[in-house]
């Protein structure tokens, strides 16, 4: 195994750029008009350099927190950088995060100054944030900021010169807090140093060879580590060209227009690029088609052209499981999957599959520099070069979740294989106990079920029920509401699918039955966190009440309401 490549902290190298290509763009921003705004290397440093020097004039206290939220934009970049070269440290909040659990990070991290970027109140929080944000706690406006009465962009850009004499640290100096998305209690603050945060791109250089040509489009949130460490890090430090997505509306354009080389997302968008291929050319025409030599080749290729993918040498998936049967269809396409696996408390710097080396199902082996172990328990540890700093304010939680000799407890169950390809089976605080106590892992049904191109997302529950049972969304487009037909054929296509998975599962797993709930599942209804992953909490509040009346009607499939 190659060793970790170290790299310093980000702004050396955005330093580089600016000497070595301030021409070269690297930054392409979507309007809202349909119109498109580009930023060379010169104009994002001259633009962070500007606002480090606006920062300083404040006088804050040296490496004081700065709160900075919006959707992904290049300003939300060039925000950060001017953050690190005036010498403070940046605290992201999602754009979507409720207003309590924003309140309460500004109060926890003392936030001396709160960036507002890319937001319009409708598809954020942001009005439900501005009215309980901390008394006397300044604001400043960036580009595509809502109408607020603070110092705006443009005019920190006309009154101050860039700042010469940039601040750099060091790797050992504390850059940021993520807070985490919080399934369960407060978001915990955990503090990453420059060094932690190029972790991730130096255990992996080796495996994407990273290159200045590469091209990447940024639309998971930037508050979030996996995409803070999986494309705006690598873009500083290789000096490759990013490309934002405006809207939901946008995305296939915005996708098209970067035609990335490198892609990650998440199992749901990866999910539903599957569902909609589908939906156009069902399973069974694409196995004849795929079964034509030459018209298989142009076919698989027109697939990858319609989805903006047909440039991607490096697919990577990660946050949650993604059904083998999808990461195989990817495979037939010409389009090898990669799961990763990481937490916001290693950066990310864990796990990763390797081409040629894909079990299904598995999310690789430990990047290099990298520790695993399975405790008694069941227990995933991991020692990482992206270990975090620790909790912010928090001694108690850092101490409580590393082990003597350094391991962070990641909270997920495991298993090894002979290669030492690592198996995800469930969280260990997602455990349920049936009625006749025998313990659930709802992770890898969830996955197993979630594999139909119907289902959007899925959760397997059933605390205190003699048997688990399911609560299923379905895929917009699936089905028509007035369609009692099809409506009909689907239930019992998705009873023979339910049957299928039972076989597959020990008795006191076996769902006793599917729910397909009325409404969707979103971050703004509090059942899905910021990067998409369920609250099983908040979910089993709102349907358990219901358990025993499903129960009663002895049905496979049942319709909510």
Not at 75 to 81: G, P, Q
Not at 355 to 384: F, M, Q, W
Request: aromatic residues 8%; proline residues 7%; charged residues 25%.
């Amino acid at each position: 195994m190659s060793q970790i490549k170290l790299f310093a902290e980000p702004l050396e190298y955005v330093l580089r750029w600016e000497k070595e290509k301030p021409d070269t763009v690297y930054l392409t921003q979507p309007l809202a008009d349909g119109t498109v705004e580009t930023f060379t290397w010169g104009d994002i440093v001259g633009q962070a350099r500007r606002f480090a020097s606006y920062l300083q004039s404040l006088e804050l206290p040296a490496a004081s927190n700065i709160a900075l939220t919006g959707k992904n934009s290049a300003h939300w970049i060039i925000a950060d950088l001017g953050i690190w070269m005036a010498g403070h440290v940046t605290v992201p909040l999602y754009p979507t995060l409720g207003a309590d659990a924003c309140k309460y990070i500004l109060e926890h991290c003392e936030a001396k100054l709160l960036i507002v970027g890319r937001l319009d109140g409708i598809t954020d929080s942001w009005n439900e944030l501005q009215p309980v944000l901390p008394e006397g706690l300044p604001l400043v406006c960036l580009p595509l900021a809502p109408p607020v009465n603070a110092p705006q962009w443009q005019d920190i850009m006309a009154e101050f010169a860039p700042l010469q004499n940039v601040v750099l640290r060091g790797r050992d100096a504390l850059a940021t807090i993520i807070y985490t998305s919080g399934t369960t209690g407060n978001p915990k603050g955990v503090m990453h140093n420059f060094g932690s945060l190029t972790a991730p791109a130096g255990c992996s250089v080796d495996l994407w060879s990273p290159s200045p040509e590469d091209r990447m489009l940024s639309y998971l949130p930037l508050a979030h580590v996996a995409e803070r460490v999986a494309v705006e890090i690598p873009s500083l430090l290789f000096g490759f060209q990013l490309f934002f997505n405006d809207s939901l509306e946008t995305f296939p354009v915005d996708l098209k227009r970067a035609r990335p080389t490198r892609f990650f997302s998440v199992p749901r968008l990866w999910t539903k690029f599957y569902q909609a291929v589908n939906a156009k050319i069902p399973p069974a025409k694409q196995k004849l088609l795929f079964a034509i030599p030459i018209l298989s080749r142009k076919i698989k290729r027109k697939i990858l052209e319609e989805l903006g993918l047909d440039s991607v040498k490096v697919g990577l998936t990660g946050a949650a499981p993604l059904s083998a049967e999808i990461i195989e269809w990817y495979r037939r396409l010409g389009l090898e999957l990669l799961e990763v696996f990481g937490m916001t408390e290693n950066c990310a710097a864990s796990h990763a599959a390797r081409a040629g080396e894909v079990r299904p199902g598995y999310v690789g082996t430990p990047l290099n520099g990298v520790e695993c172990r399975i405790d008694d328990t069941g227990e995933v540890l991991v020692k990482s070069p992206g270990q975090m700093m620790g909790y912010y304010k928090m001694p108690e939680e850092t101490a409580a979740n590393l082990t003597p000799d350094g391991f962070f407890r990641t909270g997920d169950r495991g298993e090894l294989d002979e290669k030492g390809r690592l198996k995800i089976t469930g969280r260990t605080k997602d455990l349920f106990k049936t009625s006749k106590g025998k313990y659930v892992a709802p992770v890898p049904i969830e996955n197993m079920l979630g594999a139909h191109p119907g289902v959007e997302v899925i959760c397997a529950t059933g605390p205190g029920q003699p048997q688990p049972f399911a609560l299923a969304v379905l895929a917009p487009g699936t089905l028509d509401p007035e369609d009692r037909e099809a409506r009909q054929r689907f239930e019992q296509e998705f009873a023979e699918h339910l049957d299928e998975i039972n076989q597959q599962l020990e008795d006191h797993e076996r769902l006793n039955y599917v729910v397909i709930v009325k409404e969707p599942w979103t971050i703004e209804s509090g059942l899905l966190t910021p990067t998409m992953k369920l609250k099983r909490n908040e979910i089993e509040g709102r349907y358990l009440q219901f358990a025993e009346n499903w129960r009663n009607r002895n049905q496979k499939i049942i319709w909510e309401g």
